[in-house]
T-cell receptor, first 115, second 114 residues
Framework: AQSVAQPEDQVNVAEGNPLTVKCTYSVSGNPYLFWYVQYPNRGLQFLLKYITGDNLVKGSYGFEAEFNKSQTSFHLKKPSALVSDSALYFCAVRDYGGATNKLIFGTGTLLAVQP | ETGVTQSPTHLIKTRGQQVTLRCSSQSGHNTVSWYQQALGQGPQFIFQ???????GRGNFPPRFSGLQFPNYSSELNVNALELDDSALYLCASSSRGVPTDTQYFGPGTRLTVL
């Protein structure tokens, strides 16, 4: 079965510093990986995805993610954090079960950016 | 913001009651998926609808049911509500037939069961 793990419940970073939110995956076959962000009392917003190709994926709001097959990781990164980046971040993997195309989510990582 | 809308925003029910949640998919999308997000957890897949039929189901009991309409909008129905059903219910729309398609989420419905 497909799964993702987010080893950190919370990441703290100062505004202007680079940030990394970690995600590791376990899949059979080729991984389709996603990052979503959730602001308080809101739904999930799509940030970026890895399907195939370049290991560095660029997404919305200046975020990028690095796919590493040997380490089975898909870490989310941003060169310079903003206070407005403070939110809950979810890594997800696509699970193809029969005809169903569903997402399996990690437990989430709360990013806190201090001014 | 995505074009996915959900109603109502909030809902309070008591144990044993029934509830219906609604979702309108983004223009051009033909598939709707429903997820349950309990407090402090990641979303859990409930089921998916395509061409007005259930197209896969997660580990949820039969009292969770759904519909999809010809315009691709969808409903989630939960019967005999239990306290543990309190959660944020998210719907996501996507385009079936595109393996690399992305699921876009609505703002969610917060259900509280007392």
């Amino acid at each position: 079965a497909q799964s993702v793990a987010q080893p950190e419940d919370q990441v703290n970073v100062a505004e202007g510093n680079p940030l990394t939110v970690k995600c590791t995956y376990s899949v059979s076959g080729n991984p389709y990986l996603f990052w979503y962000v959730q602001y308080p009392n809101r739904g999930l917003q799509f940030l970026l995805k890895y399907i195939t190709g370049d290991n560095l994926v660029k997404g919305s709001y200046g975020f990028e993610a690095e796919f590493n097959k040997s380490q089975t990781s898909f870490h989310l990164k941003k060169p310079s954090a903003l206070v407005s980046d403070s939110a809950l971040y979810f890594c997800a993997v696509r699970d193809y079960g029969g005809a169903t195309n569903k997402l399996i989510f990690g437990t989430g990582t709360l990013l806190a950016v201090q001014p | 913001e995505t074009g996915v809308t959900q109603s109502p925003t909030h809902l309070i029910k008591t144990r044993g009651q029934q509830v219906t949640l609604r979702c309108s998919s983004q223009s051009g999308h033909n598939t709707v998926s429903w997820y349950q997000q309990a407090l402090g957890q990641g979303p859990q897949f409930i089921f998916q609808y395509y061409r007005e039929e259930e197209n896969g189901r997660g580990n949820f009991p039969p009292r969770f049911s759904g519909l999809q309409f010809p315009n691709y909008s969808s409903e989630l129905n939960v019967n005999a509500l239990e306290l543990d059903d309190s959660a944020l219910y998210l719907c996501a729309s996507s385009s079936r037939g595109v393996p690399t398609d992305t699921q876009y989420f609505g703002p969610g419905t917060r259900l509280t069961v007392l």
